[in-house]
């Protein structure tokens, strides 16, 4: 487990940082809120944060300048509240090193969506996150026969459900074509020399029409298939 990435929120208007607040709270974000800049770039010096939501109007000056002097000692990604969408404030917004920006009214959950964009494609980046689990990249739903993989809904037949229900229940356990053929294909008339390499191939076709770059199947020659969890 990752420690959870920390937020500052810079914005003097308390329902708005109070909702903020809630919402990233509740994806799993540690939040820090202030209300003047001049507190906010104190914090942004002296502690460590993933991301910055800067409000453009605050009392004690704007969020352009902010971002302008965080920009002299850290490339954290920061996202604009501005209060009005002009092209003017986007371009300044985008100029000064934002990422993002959101015009007042917003949803917060909107502004939630964008920071967990944004530390995502970072993380891309960077590659400090790991590589998604298989917990992560399956979903499987035994009650309605449906897998998720990577986002897709997977459109299996019968045999092809079952076996890759069966490979995602037991990560990185290998299964020989007899253990395969044993728990699956009960009805023997099914069953044909090739069957378990035949589907294992379209459901790989399958999995790689959700997720090109990726094979989780792995292959054990002479011994069998397992799927690898990382
Ligand atoms: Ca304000």
Not at 54 to 74: A, I, T, Y
Not at 172 to 184: A, D, N, V, W
Request: charged letters at 25%; proline letters at 4%; one cysteine or more.
């Amino acid at each position: 487990m990752t420690a959870a990435k920390r937020i500052l929120i810079v914005e003097d208007e308390p329902a708005i940082a109070d909702t903020l607040i809630y919402v990233l709270n509740s994806s799993g974000y540690q939040t820090e809120h202030v209300g003047l800049l001049q507190t906010a770039l104190t914090k942004l010096q002296t502690d460590s944060f993933s991301l910055a939501i800067l409000d453009v109007g605050l009392p004690d000056g704007n969020g352009f300048d902010l971002c302008r002097q965080l920009r002299r000692f850290s490339d954290i990604p920061v996202i604009f509240l501005t209060a009005h969408g002009d092209e003017i404030d986007r371009i300044v917004g985008l100029e000064i090193g934002a990422d993002d920006y959101v015009t007042k009214p917003f949803s917060p959950r909107e502004v939630a969506a964008r920071v967990g964009v944004i530390l995502r494609r970072l993380n891309a980046v960077t590659g400090t996150d790991q590589a998604p689990t298989l917990a992560e990249q399956f979903e499987l739903d035994s009650q309605t026969g449906r897998i998720r993989y990577c986002g897709h809904l997977l459109d299996l037949t019968r045999y092809e459900f079952l076996l890759l229900k069966l490979l995602i229940e037991h990560p990185e356990r290998i299964f020989s074509r007899e253990q395969l053929l044993e728990r699956i294909w009960q009805d023997p008339g099914d069953v044909f020399d090739r069957t378990v390499d035949t589907h294992i191939k379209t459901l790989r076709a399958k999995l790689r029409l959700a997720a090109a770059d990726q094979d989780p199947i792995r292959t054990h020659r002479g011994l069998g298939y397992s799927l690898q969890s990382r």
